[in-house]
């Protein structure tokens, strides 16, 4: 496997700026979510890849109990981050050295041996797309931190450290996300989808490979930038909760599509109902998209789920915005199989399944879009599946 260029240019700006070689490289992905939007909270099935791109960390113990984190993305103070490892809790640290720091925590917290280190990250994943940026960076950093004190790999239990990294999200951070992103980035495998359950966590990678389809994954940033940390997400969340009170379930995943329209009616509030409706749906649009997959079904055949699931997201969990909309329509009419929105929500990015040949012709068609609409234009972002979080130096 070749070194990642994040993980290359941290080991060299590592050198650098701390003079003598890291004690190790470490890089964690990026991910695009192929279909299962705010199901993870719910308990229910998502379908994720992890990207090529992701955060590189070059890392080095240090004696004194001092965690030193600089960016390549930040210069000069901004960009540094220094405390000590054995003070660290929820509130110690704000801003982007929340993540390291939490994870740093919360990797303490579990009673692992957390040594002082410097640290040298670098990340090729677009910011506020929507393609995991924070979370990649968070499980490099777990990762490299784990790995410079129990350098045994097998020791490593990937579900269990995406685990302690929502910790740190949910409790340091203070970002109320699910896990999908952190399993993704720890358990990728090129040239799959992670098909998983999580409610027992448990994750089956199925072949997804559209090349091999004569297909392509177009995926579009739409520059419209989104934050988790925001009322928003806490919002959908909150109203995804008071969805399975009313039908008194433990979540929203036990509740089945079939039986929607008859239980529709025990939820008071339109809203919730709204809410809960997207969730149950997009389960189920999640189930039948792994069937397809698992049976190698032309993969064209999972077009019309892709765009039910972004019309879900419209209407029903009202998260998307008139720059995502407006890519999602426009690939449509060029032709594509299927097309959504990825990710969180409020922006970012959008995916597009597309016969490879007419991959710049839907690009070109979206952009054509956008200048028409006056929006700013989209830019491509290569998204190959590929494998999760490992050292390579
Ligand atoms: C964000 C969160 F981090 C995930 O846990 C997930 O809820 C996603 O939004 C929506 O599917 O990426």
Redesign the pocket.
Known sequence: MTTPEPARRASATFVERHGGDPDGVWFAPG?V?LI??????NEGF?LPLALAQGVGVAARRRADGVLRVTSRQLEGAEGTVECAVADLAPGAVSGWGAYPAGVAWALREAGHPVTGADLVLDSDVPPGA?L?S??ALECAVAVALLGLSEPDPTTLDRTALARLV?TA?NDFVG?P??????MASLHGVADHALFIDTRSLAVEPVPFDPGANGLALLVLDTRTEHA?VDGE?ADRRAACAAGAAALGVAALRDVAADDLATLEGRIGDPVVRRRVRHVVTEDARVLSTVERLRAGADLRSIGTLLTASHASMRDDFEITVPQVDLAVHAALAAGAHGARM????FGGCVLALVEAEAIDDVAQAVRAAYAGAGFTAPVPVPARPSAGARRVS
């Open positions: 991910r979510n299962g939007e705010h199901t993870d909270y998502v929507g995991s924070s979370h929502r999200e970002a996300t699910g896990i999908m992103d952190q988790l997400y990825t990710g969180g929500g």
